[in-house]
């Protein structure tokens, strides 16, 4: 009697893994030429040093993928009003990397998971390169849902 009382877990599939050899940052940002030089390449425009830095010094936090070499090959930053809103910023692999969609898709599953154990309930939204959509889209994200589109204000 008791065994139908208990309701199994659902098998949670295994969070995707980094490739040997990269790792996954969290504590030390990179520093803003470099973020700065994966940007561009992975096709925005180059941005002046003082503002990334202000930008990663205001962030809630950012996470960086590094390659073997010890080369910047991914990253994501967060704000959040710690509350209601969090915001992905700067969602990048470089396009150069063999493990380019894989680099993206852990990156997606790491932030959100964190933002998920720290925030939950909160509403998250994303301004992404077409290269990021794919990971973004397993993990429930709709593309201008509604027809709403984000816009965007360069000071």
């Not at 949670?12 to 940052?25: F, R």
């Not at 959100?112 to 290269?131: F, K, N, Q, T």
């Amino acid at each position: 009697m008791l065994d139908s009382l208990l309701i199994p877990f659902r098998s949670q599939p295994q969070p995707p893994a980094l490739p040997e050899g990269y790792s996954l940052q969290s504590e030390r940002p990179p520093l803003a030429e470099e973020l700065n030089a994966l940007l561009v390449v992975c096709g925005d425009p180059s941005r002046p040093l003082a503002r990334l830095e202000a930008a990663l010094e205001r962030s809630t936090w950012q996470l960086s993928v590094r390659n073997p070499a010890d080369q910047l090959v991914g990253f994501v930053r967060v704000t959040s009003d710690l509350a209601l809103n969090a915001n992905l910023w700067d969602l990048s692999a470089h396009p150069a990397d063999p493990q380019q969609e894989q680099l993206m898709v852990v990156l997606v599953h790491t932030a959100l998971s964190r933002l998920r154990r720290e925030l939950p309930g909160c509403s998250i939204s994303v301004a992404a390169a077409p290269m990021a959509q794919e990971a973004l889209k397993r993990h429930g994200f709709v593309v201008d849902p509604g027809g709403i589109r984000a816009m965007g204000l360069s000071l």
